[in-house]
């Protein structure tokens, strides 16, 4: 099985992220140089040079909009440039919120416009293919000083396509198991199990099919790697379509199931706070948040059963006709910098860096450590955290999906 998260034989947390740590943006941390510029490729940008509107779309729930207002546009003010106003929409959860930010790129190309509304987006990996191949995003990441921080495996490929230079992870994130300790006396050590209290407890386990979320998307996936077998086939390839045959009676047995369906990501941590359902899948991140809001009931807890559930980056990519392009580049810059990973990415949102995690987690307080490791430990993480399989696989799985009766 190819692990996503591995335990150095140091302090460090994950193999996947390996130590390299540049001068922080000289803009954005005094100390880390004295020039007034930044250097975006062979150019010069000033800092005071950089100003107007920058259009950021932003695919997800609305964790990730507000993100992007609330937390990075005034750090950004203050520690970049006080005349960039950043103008932020969101797309809506899920992979249907990336699609929405290519769909309006893709129109705009066929107008022939000259440049774009969109400087930057925030996007699934579902959608890159499209990105690239439409020649709809910049080759950005070579062109900044924070580049060295990148160094996740899934920052070159994404679901079996090169995406090497046009991405830079925001986050990773983790689709788990949420369960009632009340009602529930220990957790779910593997798939069959869950499948079999399921069984029992009819209604009781809430999902959102594959539909305003991708933790529904999550499960779906994972449920197929357990009862196929064929995970290290899906995330490797070369494709093959007789692996899909399978999928069908996969499918029909899942939706056999006695579930309750949730209205999206939030859907379901609503009616796990309710008591309503007693077990769901749930993003990590969203679930600890959420916990350090008391907006969920304490006793619920994580579990991440075996052979494991699927997890993912959201990327930052520039867009090829971007209106602001030296906005654009700072921003980027800025998002993939120490001070935004570590406050930010780790502290608020307890999300797993984007970036090498040696450069964020010597910063972070012992209680964000802890919050990310607290249900489900470092090696349950290493041994049971999987990819998503490649493009065209999780396209006719989700296809599948919808059209088993």
Not at 282 to 306: E, H, Y
């Amino acid at each position: 099985m190819l692990k996503v998260f591995t335990l150095m034989k140091t302090k460090s947390f994950f193999i996947m992220y390996s130590l390299s740590l540049v001068c922080l943006f000289s803009v954005i941390l005094a100390g880390c140089g004295s020039s007034e510029n930044s250097a975006v490729g062979d150019k010069k940008v000033s800092s005071g040079s950089i100003s107007g509107t920058l259009n950021v779309a932003v695919a997800g729930d609305t964790n990730m909009t507000e993100l992007m207002t609330k937390d990075v546009n005034p750090m950004f003010q203050d520690k970049v440039s006080k005349d960039v106003k950043i103008n932020v929409f969101g797309t809506g959860p899920g992979d249907a919120g990336s699609t929405a930010i290519y769909s309006k790129l893709k129109a705009q190309k066929d107008a022939n416009k000259d440049t774009y509304d969109i400087d930057v987006a925030i996007v699934h990996q579902s959608v890159m293919d499209k990105l690239i191949d439409e020649d709809l995003v910049e080759k950005w990441l070579p062109l900044v000083e924070n580049k060295g921080n990148v160094v996740s495996e899934d920052a070159k490929n994404s679901l079996g396509k090169n995406v090497d230079g046009y991405v830079a992870p925001l986050f990773h994130s983790q689709v788990a198991i949420a369960y009632n300790s009340e009602k529930i006396n220990k957790p779910f050590t593997s798939f069959a199990e869950l499948e079999n209290w399921i069984k029992a407890n009819p209604n009781k386990f809430g999902y959102n099919g594959i539909k305003n979320g991708a933790s529904g998307v999550g499960f779906v996936t994972g449920y197929t790697y357990y009862k196929t077998g064929d995970y290290d086939k899906l995330i490797k390839g070369s494709f093959d379509h007789n692996l899909e045959t399978k999928w069908p009676a996969v499918m029909a047995e899942l939706k056999g199931l006695p579930v309750t369906y949730t209205n999206g990501n939030n859907g379901t941590l609503d009616m796990l706070n309710r008591g309503e359902i007693d077990a769901g899948p749930v993003w990590v991140d969203m679930f600890n948040t959420w916990l350090a809001q008391g907006r969920i009931n304490k006793n619920v807890q994580l579990c991440l059963p075996s052979p494991g559930l699927p997890g993912q980056p959201m990327y930052v990519v520039i867009i090829k006709k971007a209106a602001n392009r030296d906005a654009a580049l700072a921003l980027a810059n800025f998002l993939i910098s120490k001070e935004v990973q570590s406050s930010v990415i780790v502290e608020k949102y307890n999300w797993y860096p984007g970036i090498d995690s040696n450069v964020v987690m010597d910063v972070v307080s012992d209680k964000a450590k802890q919050n990310l490791f607290k249900n489900i430990t470092a090696d349950v993480l290493n041994k049971n955290a999987q990819l998503f399989p490649l493009d065209q696989y999780f396209k006719d799985l989700k296809d599948t999906y919808e059209d088993t009766k």
